[in-house]
């Protein structure tokens, strides 16, 4: 009989649910901002999963989950009947769960609804690489806590006043924790790239295995939570005898014992270049490279990406050929270029190192970079405000990839070949940066090395003058000199004067 109670009651609450209002709002909220952002971003499972994976669908949907199921919790004080409710055969405890299941219903099915469509979408547009699913869960849950929270709110606070409170302090709240740093703050469902101390990264999956760690933490802290606040819902007297409201403390004791694990966990928790490492659920496995084979291009010096990548590769190929045709050849050169992972969790645009025997140029690639939007650079080689293009419109153009990735690459690539220890290498570094296309105002920005500004020389130095002198030489001469002494220069045999 109580089955066959709950069971109307839940088609009911269906048919009557607050929530359902919400849904037209929800989905403007999650178009304007997460689908919108997520398919401005290069078509890679890694990339248009990114603006999902920081958040911000649960940023969308959180504030009117919280605001209706709040208002449900508090609709029978307010109308005036909670006595009435209070003696139905079903017992209240049941009758406030199967009410809140369907607030909650409307709200994940949504939420699922969404997802699909945006990975539908990512799908049907042929995007590289593998979906991402941790991400999706850790959502879904999220926003079950946060309707079981807003329901247990209602119901203890009730109030005309508490649905919209309860709206506002939960957007306050998940936009503090976007400006909020700290290891505790990786619970939260909402990364910002700029505080977190580790930020969803832009090739997660692609290299290496994603890590489920951070992801199976945050499920037992929010699960623990939504838990704990229907474990409430049953411990007021009217909700039934001594053994359910008994029964009701042990639900909240259990919620509170796995929300605790969860930031215990989290304590323990190391951040390391592929993501987040929690000890206790860390499987040694997902540290392994996901085996691949590569795709390579160009003629001079050949570039290798991650087949993920494979149709960045004629654009990247075009914009770094002036650099690799300049040193192709050259005695102690790179034979060729490798995409690696990611080194850092806020790593550049792009990077390059350079090892082995004989060498090789690793080259990190952050497509995706800066959310939707790429930031682009003023002339003066700064970060600029200024919104240039989309991330996808960044990575497809020549032009934009010369500008933004070839200074980085050629400073650290030449450094290593030149050195700049001397006047003569400074020189030399100079005039071959200018040669493959620099501009001479972003050297002093893009030529670093593991951080540290490369020594360039200044206007009006003799070095700068023989650096001009070298870059304007015929680049059959350039290469023919380099040949020759590239040894000599490396040691620190050649003086200004014996430049060309």
């Not at 400006?179 to 692609?206: E, F, H």
């Not at 390059?352 to 930031?375: C, D, Q, R």
């Not at 989309?390 to 050629?410: C, D």
């Not at 296309?437 to 200044?458: E, K």
Request: charged residues 10%; hydrophobic residues 50%; contains cysteine.
């Amino acid at each position: 009989m109580i089955r066959l109670s709950a069971g109307r009651l839940l088609r009911l609450e269906l048919r009557r649910s607050t929530m359902m209002w919400m849904v037209p709002l929800a989905l403007v909220a999650f178009w304007l901002d997460t689908y919108r952002s997520s398919m401005a971003l290069p078509a890679l499972w890694s990339s248009r999963t990114l603006i999902l994976r920081q958040g911000m669908a649960v940023d969308d949907f959180a504030p009117f989950v919280v605001g209706a199921a709040a208002w449900i919790g508090g609709r029978d004080h307010r109308r005036g009947i909670g006595e009435q409710v209070d003696v139905t055969p079903l017992p209240r405890w049941a009758g406030r769960l199967t009410t809140w299941a369907a607030t909650a219903g409307w709200a994940l099915g949504t939420y699922l609804a969404c997802a699909g469509f945006l990975y539908g979408m990512i799908a049907w547009q042929g995007a590289a690489g593998s979906p991402l699913w941790w991400p999706v869960v850790v959502g879904a849950v999220a926003l079950a806590a946060f309707s079981a929270l807003g329901f247990a709110v209602g119901v203890l606070v009730p109030s005309r006043f508490t649905a919209p409170l309860a709206a506002i302090v939960t957007a306050l709240v998940l936009r503090q924790s976007l400006r909020s740093g700290g290891r505790y703050n990786l619970l939260s469902p909402m990364t910002s790239p700029a505080y977190s101390l580790a930020p969803p990264k832009s090739d997660a999956g692609v290299f290496y295995p994603y890590l489920p760690d951070l992801s199976l933490t945050q499920l037992l802290f929010l699960g623990g939570l939504a838990v704990a606040a229907l474990g409430v819902l049953g411990m007021q007297a009217v909700c039934g005898g001594p053994g359910l409201r008994r029964l009701a403390a042990a639900v909240v004791a259990v919620g509170l014992a796995s929300s605790g694990t969860g930031i215990a966990l989290i304590g323990t928790a190391r951040v390391e270049a592929n993501g987040v490492v929690v000890p206790a659920l860390h499987d040694a496995a997902d540290d392994r490279p996901i085996a691949y084979t590569p795709v390579c291009g160009g003629s001079a010096i050949q570039v290798c990406l991650n087949p993920v990548y494979k149709a960045y590769l004629p654009t990247l190929t075009t914009a770094l050929d002036p650099l690799l045709r300049e040193l192709a050849g050259l005695p102690g050169a790179p034979v060729r270029v490798d995409q690696v992972a990611l080194s850092g969790q806020r790593a550049a645009l792009a990077g390059a190192t350079v090892s082995g025997e004989p060498p090789v140029v690793h080259l990190a690639l952050n497509i995706g970079y800066e959310g939707a939007m790429w930031i682009g650079s003023s002339p003066s080689g700064q970060a600029s405000r200024g919104r240039c293009c989309t991330s996808q419109q960044m990575w497809s153009s020549v032009s934009r990839v010369t500008a933004e990735v070839l200074p980085p690459v050629a400073g650290a690539v030449v450094d290593s070949l030149i050195g700049h220890a001397d006047q003569a290498q400074q020189a030399v570094l100079e005039g071959l940066l200018r040669a493959v296309g620099v501009p001479l105002d972003s050297m002093a920005v893009f030529a670093r090395i593991d951080g540290t500004l490369i020594a360039l020389p200044q206007p009006g130095t003799p070095a700068y003058a023989a650096g001009g002198r070298f870059a304007a030489l015929p680049a059959a001469d350039r290469h023919a000199w380099l040949t020759t002494h590239l040894a000599e220069l490396r040691v620190g045999h050649i003086t200004l004067e014996q430049l060309p």
